[in-house]
Nanobody, 123 residues
Framework: QVQLVEYGGGLVQPGGSLSLSCTASGRTSVIDYVGWFRQPPGKRREHVASISWGSGGRSDYADSVKGRFTVSGNKAENTVLLQMSNLKLEDTAVYFC???????????????WGQGTQVTVSS
């Protein structure tokens, strides 16, 4: 099994910045892709950003966050980071760290999830 624990989150004003981090433990050798999903209030969970832990470092972003969010990963340290800038009201959501062995699954239905951390964008 793989365990994911998120850190960070909180309240930020529109236009502000915030970073989320995630630490993986357990059978991390099975993970090739890591990233983040979010669930806005009253809505379904959605992919935010993901990155390959292998060579090449391929990354994918939701259109709504391109140019504002940056995902990075450090396989040696089993960590994933999401740097968010120019935050908008609609970025308010519970953010989940995710991981999987397959790209198609980390983009749609990851096998491993963290417990989630709240990000609230409000003035």
């Amino acid at each position: 099994q793989v365990q994911l624990v998120e850190y960070g989150g909180g309240l930020v004003q529109p236009g502000g910045s915030l970073s989320l981090s995630c630490t993986a433990s357990g059978r991390t050798s099975v993970i090739d892709y890591v990233g983040w999903f979010r669930q806005p209030p009253g809505k379904r969970r959605e992919h935010v950003a993901s990155i390959s832990w292998g060579s090449g470092g391929r990354s994918d972003y939701a259109d709504s966050v391109k140019g504002r969010f940056t995902v990075s990963g450090n396989k040696a340290e089993n960590t994933v980071l999401l740097q968010m800038s120019n935050l908008k009201l609609e970025d308010t959501a519970v953010y989940f760290c995710v991981a999987d062995s397959f790209l198609w699954r980390v983009l749609s239905s990851p096998s491993y999830w963290g417990q989630g951390t709240q990000v609230t964008v409000s003035s």
